[in-house]
């Protein structure tokens, strides 16, 4: 079954910093623009940064950028999602997402129903 699978989250203090992975099965990334989405308790989904297919560009929505960066590994079919400086309001479940759409501000804005695929998410926890 093709899947997208995230892992690394966790609990990790304020200013510490975690690893996202997503990995697909069933399927290759080569072709797919990837983006990362979070979704904390009682507020609403927010797309954070997507990674074209060549990896030619990424974009971050404007809260987190210079603190997280998105890159891809073809050859292993994952991207990643360093984040740094965490902050408790990072807490959420983290998602990714694949699909053909040009990576870009529009992509950030897409829902689970609009992307080829899904992922099930990884919680990220920040808290002393």
């Known amino acids: 079954q093709a899947q997208l699978v995230e892992s690394g989250g966790g609990l990790v203090q304020p200013g510490g910093s975690l690893r996202l992975s997503c990995a697909s099965s069933?399927?290759?990334?080569?072709?797919?623009?990837i983006g990362w989405f979070r979704q904390a308790p009682g507020k609403e989904r927010e797309g954070v940064s997507c990674?074209?297919?060549?990896?030619?560009?990424?974009y971050y929505a404007d809260s987190v950028k210079h603190r997280f960066t998105i890159y891809r590994d073809n050859a292993k079919n994952t991207v990643y999602l360093q984040i740094n400086s965490l902050k408790p309001e990072d807490t959420a479940v983290y998602y990714c997402?694949?699909?053909?759409?040009?990576?870009?501000?529009?992509?950030?804005?897409?829902?689970?129903?609009?992307?080829?695929?899904w992922g099930q998410g990884t919680q990220v926890t920040v808290s002393s």
């Open positions: 997402a694949a699909d053909r759409v040009e990576c870009g501000g529009y992509y950030l804005g897409l829902s689970p129903g609009e992307t080829d695929y």
């Open positions: 990674i074209s297919s060549s990896a030619g560009s990424t």
């Open positions: 069933g399927f290759t990334l080569d072709y797919y623009a």
